[in-house]
């Protein structure tokens, strides 16, 4: 078997066991999707870009992927298959560009990259935002074609590439970082590089003047509704860097060995080709600084570049191997530094997939089948016009189509700044004043809460007070919390 076959055949195996992990996740999907994917009906529907018809607020923050979406939905297909299935597609490529890289420009061993393959493949993280309905793995698709494109130095490639970038998140911005520095490094003609880099700001551009002239608004509403400016500069440093630290060391739970090694690997990729790898990892990690990282279990920030990290870890390993003498001990150090943390995220896969049936240990939201059946409920005995307030809105407005009200105020600015800032009474007011006609409340947020989160007991509390609204029933979202509607009389 020639060298091409070989290689083939253990992209195909490690393509085949990545679908096959695909499937043991697939029916669990992120509450958040539901939200691109309701974004994406009502554009496909006529109703613009919008998340309640009439109301122009960006309460997504996946402009590509929800352009992709409105496609199938456009179509009448399922939308939430066609996210599911573009998913797994987008993986299957990752895992192409990954093996190209590997072989073209670190000169990896075809065994030792079919195990990085292979780790990817059945990593928690990877495999369970492929199926989650978000645009993740499309995002870890576009910058290892990023990195790939440097690499080979096709720059006006990597510029369009940026864009897409651009277009699919708006953190995509920081990965014009790396081709900029790319073109200042290795191109020698000025004008050729400047005019290079204008391609990907022409992407940033246009999509600046949308957001400005479409919502009125230079960033997507989910900025303002998570990320809390307004704090002082020396305690937004401090917590965000803690919020880095914490986060980072999460999201690895019990992967620190492969992040120890890919640090490692870093100081050992030849000079020429480290600066792509170096910079797109460090966009990501600026970014879960700014951010201060996510609720979603499985370190969602950190996938999208998870496979540039194992082509780094892979870089150290093979550097480590090559400097140890004897066949045994070379196959021991193989085996304690790819094969025990291969195994071990093999273990943890199969564990998080029992989690998310059991909802035990993990956020009720990242396996939504009860959030669907409420809004398939809502969606029967409501009608057109009635309003629904609820703190996790993606599957109840997408199931009910009825307009749902944000409790977090990601679809609604006002809600947002009024949750922020902390102000409850006039916050409940606002949200009662929107007439709606269902609201959905949290008995707890975390398994050791003993009361209702404040945001959610100033709306119960006012609701109480006016007389207008029953509570009509309880839906078990987990073992310990529960979500119950109550219902406006009359």
Not at 212 to 220: F, H, M, Q, T
Not at 302 to 318: N, S, T
């Amino acid at each position: 078997m020639g060298d091409g076959m070989r290689r083939s055949v253990l992209l195909g195996v490690a393509a085949v066991l990545f679908v096959a992990a695909c499937a043991l996740f697939f029916w669990h999907t992120t509450d958040d999707a539901f939200i691109s994917l309701r974004y994406a009906r009502n554009l496909a529907s006529g109703d613009g870009l919008v998340f309640n018809p009439g109301e122009r607020v960006e309460g997504f923050s996946n402009l590509l992927w929800v352009l992709l979406l409105s496609i199938p939905e456009g179509l009448g297909v399922d939308g939430l298959l066609a996210a599911k299935f573009l998913g797994i597609a987008c993986g299957v490529l990752t895992l192409l560009a990954v093996a190209a890289i590997a072989r073209r420009h670190l000169e990896l061993p075809d065994g030792l990259t079919f195990l990085g393959l292979v780790f990817l493949a059945t990593c928690t993280g990877f495999v369970y935002y492929s199926i989650s309905g978000l645009e993740t793995i499309l995002y870890a698709l576009l910058i290892s074609l990023l990195c790939f494109a440097l690499l080979e130095r096709r720059y006006v490639a990597a510029a369009l590439v940026c864009g897409a970038l651009v277009l699919t998140r708006p953190d995509g911005v920081l990965f014009l970082v790396p081709l900029a520095v790319l073109l200042a490094v290795e191109w020698p003609g000025v004008m050729k590089g400047r005019a290079t880099i204008a391609i990907a700001l022409a992407f940033l551009a246009g999509l600046l003047a949308f957001r400005v002239s479409y919502y009125g608004a230079v960033l997507p509403n989910t900025h303002y509704a998570k990320i809390d400016a307004s704090l002082p500069l020396p305690l937004f440093l401090a917590l965000h860097t803690k919020a880095l630290i914490t986060y980072t060391f999460s999201a690895f739970l019990g992967r620190h060995a492969v992040l120890a090694l890919a640090v490692l690997g870093a100081f050992h990729v030849p000079r020429g080709r480290r600066l792509p790898l170096v910079l797109a990892v460090a966009a990501a990690a600026v970014f879960v600084w700014y951010s201060a990282g996510d609720w979603m279990s499985f370190g969602r920030f950190y996938v999208p570049v998870l496979p540039i990290v194992v082509l780094l870890w892979l870089v150290a390993v093979d550097r480590i191997r090559r400097s140890v003498v004897g066949a045994r001990l070379r196959q021991a150090v193989v085996l304690a530094l790819v094969i025990v943390p291969l195994v071990l995220s093999a273990v943890d896969m199969f564990s998080a997939s029992r989690k998310l049936v059991r909802l035990r240990d993990v956020n009720p939201a990242m396996s939504s089948r009860t959030h669907a059946e409420i809004g398939r409920y809502l969606g029967e005995i409501g009608s057109p016009g009635d309003r629904v307030v609820v703190n996790e809105v993606g599957a109840i407005a997408y199931y009910s189509g009825l307009d749902v009200i944000d409790m977090l105020g990601l679809t609604d600015r006002k809600a947002a700044r009024l949750a922020r800032e902390e102000s409850l009474e006039a916050y409940a007011d606002y949200i009662l004043s929107l007439d709606p006609r269902f609201v959905l409340l949290n008995d707890r947020q975390e398994p050791w809460d003993t009361a209702f989160h404040p945001l959610h007991a100033a709306i119960r509390d006012r609701m109480l007070e006016t007389g207008r609204y029953r509570a009509d029933r309880a839906f078990g979202l987990s073992y310990y919390k529960n979500l119950i509607l109550f219902v406006r009389e009359g």
